[in-house]
């Protein structure tokens, strides 16, 4: 909401609720309010509907089900985003839901949205990182051993669609992170592969409902980390930017740094 009331109105842009702040703080914009992004996690542990402990995944379930009660209020908003759940979370910070299957995690996102189109509010799933954390920079991809790190499903581009697919749901589609694809498609040493990988998240675009349009950085390692950049500031082919222009969904520029740059962003999309 740092861009302000104000200059959403003046440059005619809806916004999307944080997923870190009570919605009652988002009054002022409810008019303008189009999306929410759902809460993924509380004192750095991360909710887990897919969760092995019952009690926990429970629990992680019931607050997305509040999530989507309490946005009922706001006169506009249609979608909810939220983030996959840990397949395996090992951070001392973690200190329940540390594994997940994914069965419960079908389940869970099937419960969330009969609640979501109770009312009348449709689901996006949104791809999540690579988590580079700790890997230097001189360490190729095919070094890393990648069942040993924290990991969320949803983050190759095959899984977060098959998800979608599974769920089954009219009111579920996918939200695309275009900065969150690039962190994925770093694992992947070579260049070219790493393009084609980058590209493959959009061959379903019909499932794509919602976009956290950002700019990242494909061929150096700047790009394992989610850089949130300005749109046109990284390396993501044009193509990409061009087709997530095209998409028939709620395009979310997920990042603010100054009026300025907002404003030459919105030129640079108006030229795509």
Not at 48 to 57: E, H, W
Not at 166 to 178: A, H, K, M, Y
Not at 236 to 259: G, M, N, W
Request: charge should be negative.
């Amino acid at each position: 909401m740092s861009v302000g009331l104000n200059n959403l109105n003046r440059l005619g842009l809806l916004t999307e609720g944080a997923a870190h702040q009570d919605i009652a703080e988002y009054n002022p914009f409810a008019e303008i309010m189009v999306s929410g992004h759902g809460p993924y996690m509380e004192n750095g542990t991360r909710w887990n509907i897919a969760a092995k402990n019952d009690a926990f995944r429970k629990e992680s379930i019931g607050v997305m089900l509040g999530y989507v009660d309490m946005v009922r209020g706001m006169p506009n908003l249609k979608q909810v985003n939220l983030h996959f759940p840990p397949k395996r979370w090992r951070d001392e910070a973690q200190l329940e839901g540390h594994e997940g299957t994914y069965d419960r995690m079908i389940d869970g996102f099937r419960q969330i949205a009969r609640k979501a189109e109770e009312n009348g509010i449709e689901i996006v799933l949104e791809n999540g990182n690579a988590h580079w954390t700790g890997i230097r920079d001189d360490i190729t991809a095919d070094q890393v051993d990648w069942q040993d790190r924290n990991w969320a499903f949803g983050a190759s581009p095959e899984e977060w669609v098959g998800i979608c697919i599974d769920i089954d749901r009219p009111n579920v589609g996918l939200c695309l992170d275009s900065s969150h694809l690039a962190t994925y498609s770093h694992t992947v040493a070579d260049d070219e592969k790493r393009m084609r990988v980058a590209l493959s998240f959009l061959d379903k675009p019909e499932l794509i409902r919602h976009v956290h349009w950002n700019d990242n950085f494909l061929y150096d390692t700047r790009g394992r980390i989610d850089q949130h950049a300005i749109l046109g500031k990284g390396t993501l082919p044009v193509s990409i930017h061009r087709s997530i222009k095209d998409l028939d969904a709620t395009l979310h520029l997920e990042h603010f740094y100054t009026i300025k740059d907002l404003e030459e962003e919105l030129v640079y999309i108006q030229e795509l």
